[in-house]
């Protein structure tokens, strides 16, 4: 398959005419061919006409076709090879064992979730048979199960720029849900886009998906992204980015005359505490662990160590020292887009300039659009005083907290915002302090995690890759893992119907096998 510029709408490519992007070489700036002709709205309009139109005959199909999609999906992203990882290589500046390992996540994903529909849990069925003799008063016979939103909308994120976007956990989850998807192309990896939206609608054809059930629009400016999440068909929105972005569509969809739900993960700066007896005895050794973790991947992860609070002292001192010494030995590394490298900079620039900051280290100078780590501290007092201090860098940025004790700690813990992760470094003698801080902790973060750092999201089943905002737009659910397919359901309820109009999973016979909450007993 070649990158042609074009966009997909059902299983039809064609070049756009409103304008157009192109997709930047991220190590040189130089512009990329071809060209991709943006959406114009009757492009959208036709995109939500052919997902609407699709939504019935698709959500209608057996569980085991739309896990066979699902997969076909992930196969036919295997098939588009080296050409893919090369594309992404390009536009996106991240290593290629990277890319490869983003690309068997992202495949991962995709199984994970046809299992997922395979299993049937996530119809959530829950069946309270009728007691016709039951006094006072009899009971109805209820019968509940979940089904899809409607058409979803996917903005996919430019620091992941295969597992979280155009096939990524939102199109992924949403699919599974029973949700056709209209993805908004990210402008930073357009061409990776294109390739992996080929891919998906030769699945839909093998597999002989509904037509609308999934479409790739570029936008060349901000209209057809807006007029998607405007537009009445559009039933629920996936979003990773940045805060400003996620908060311009939730109010857009908030303002429509049918209002949805907007799923955005957006800011987060990742709170990792050193209780005093970790930082004691070992805080040497959490400092070059601390440095890989915020350094990787230009520190271009949501979940980047971005904040770390300590009681200050002799043990603290040693660790910025060890931190300050490991960080002047990471090599500035490329960032994804000229925008992002910008306000990294912009970031640094502005923490360095303050008064009652101190800038304890950077790592070596890089060139054009490369990163250089930065690492600042500064007093409990001052972060408190300062709003602009909890802000994300996005990049290998991390400023330290000098708290006085543990009761300090606990006050900057609680002037936070809602966090994607805390991470606790503790040893032994350290556990009454965290049993005492977990209610606060769990209050603020969806992940809370023991002697590690939050980089690395394990796609999994009990993964929360969510939490307050504004790490999220809804603290209810996570866009990471299994349980991400809650976002794009909703539950119907049906009473005293004849079981022969009834979907096979509700059926007390349990044709599909489906776990089911019987009278209250059972899985549920
Ligand atoms: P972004 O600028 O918010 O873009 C994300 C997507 O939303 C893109 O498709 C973008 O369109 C679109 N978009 C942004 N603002 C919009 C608006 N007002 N109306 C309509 N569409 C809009 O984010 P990004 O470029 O991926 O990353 C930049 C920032 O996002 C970083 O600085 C970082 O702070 C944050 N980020 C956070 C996370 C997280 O998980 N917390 C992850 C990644 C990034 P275009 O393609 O046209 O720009």
Redesign the pocket.
């Known amino acids: 398959m070649t990158v042609t510029g074009q966009m997909l709408i059902g299983q039809q490519a064609g070049l756009g005419t409103h304008g157009h992007?192109h997709g930047l070489n991220a190590a040189t700036g130089e512009v990329l061919q071809p060209a991709f002709g943006g959406a114009a709205p009757a492009d959208l309009e036709r995109a939500c006409a052919l997902a609407q139109a699709a939504f019935e005959p698709y959500r209608l199909l057996p569980l085991e076709r739309r896990a066979a999609f699902l997969e076909s999906i992930a196969s036919q992203i295997l098939e588009l090879g080296d050409e893919l990882i090369e594309r992404c290589l390009l536009e996106t500046g991240l290593p290629r064992a990277r890319l490869e390992g983003e690309r068997g996540r992202t495949v991962g994903q995709l199984r994970l979730f046809a299992a997922v529909v395979r299993k049937g849990g996530f119809l959530g069925v829950r069946i309270d048979p009728a007691q016709p003799g039951r006094q006072p008063l009899p009971r109805v016979d209820l019968r509940l199960r979940q089904m899809g939103l409607g058409p979803v909308a996917v903005?996919?994120?430019?620091?992941?720029p295969l597992a979280?976007s155009v096939a990524g956990g939102d199109t992924a989850s949403a699919l599974a849900a029973g949700c056709p998807v209209i993805v908004?192309?990210?402008?930073?990896h357009p061409g990776t886009s294109e390739l992996v939206a080929q891919a998906i609608a030769r699945a839909a054809r093998q597999q002989g998906m509904p037509e609308g059930v999934f479409s790739l629009l570029f936008?060349?400016?901000?209209d057809i992204?807006?007029g998607l999440?405007a537009d009445s068909r559009i039933k629920a929105v996936g979003?990773?980015?940045?805060?400003?972005?996620?908060?311009?569509?939730m109010q857009?969809a908030a303002a429509r005359a049918e209002p949805i739900p907007v799923y955005a993960?957006?800011?987060?700066i990742n709170p990792v505490l050193l209780l005093p007896h970790a930082l004691e005895e070992r805080g040497e050794q959490i400092a070059p662990a601390f440095v890989a973790s915020l350094t990787q991947g230009a520190g271009?992860?949501?979940?980047n160590p971005g904040l770390i609070l300590a009681v200050d002292g002799p043990a603290l001192q040693r660790f910025e020292r060890a931190a300050a010494e490991a960080l002047g030995h990471v090599a500035a590394q490329t960032m994804?887009?000229p925008?992002?490298y910008r306000?990294?900079c912009q970031g640094v620039a502005s923490l360095a300039a303050h008064a009652r900051v101190q800038l304890l280290a950077q790592g070596p100078e890089g060139q054009g659009q490369q990163a250089r780590g930065a690492l600042f501290a500064t007093s409990a007092a001052t972060f408190m005083a300062c709003p602009e201090l909890r802000g994300?860098?996005?990049?290998p940025a991390s400023l330290i907290v000098r708290c006085a004790d543990l009761t300090v700690l606990q006050q900057v813990l609680r002037s936070l915002e809602g966090q994607?992760t805390i991470a606790i470094h503790l040893g032994e003698g350290d556990q009454p302090q965290v049993r005492a801080l977990l209610p606060l902790l769990e209050s603020k973060a969806g992940r809370l995690l023991a002697n590690g750092f939050g980089t690395g999201v394990e796609v999994a089943h009990a993964m929360v890759?969510g939490g307050p905002f504004p790490?999220?737009s809804d603290s209810r659910s996570t866009?990471v893992g299994s349980l991400a397919i809650q976002r794009f359901l909703r539950p119907v309820s049906y009473q005293d119907l004849p079981e022969s109009l009834l979907p096979a999973e509700l059926h007390s016979a349990n044709p599909l096998q489906v776990p089911q909450l019987l009278d209250g007993q059972g899985p549920g």
């Open positions: 992007i903005f996919g994120a430019s620091n992941f979280f908004k192309a990210h402008s930073a936008d060349s400016g901000r992204g807006q999440v979003f990773t980015g940045s805060r400003s972005g996620g908060m311009a569509l857009i993960e957006m800011s987060s271009q992860f949501c979940t994804l887009t925008g992002i306000s990294y994300e860098i996005f990049g994607l890759h790490a999220t866009s």
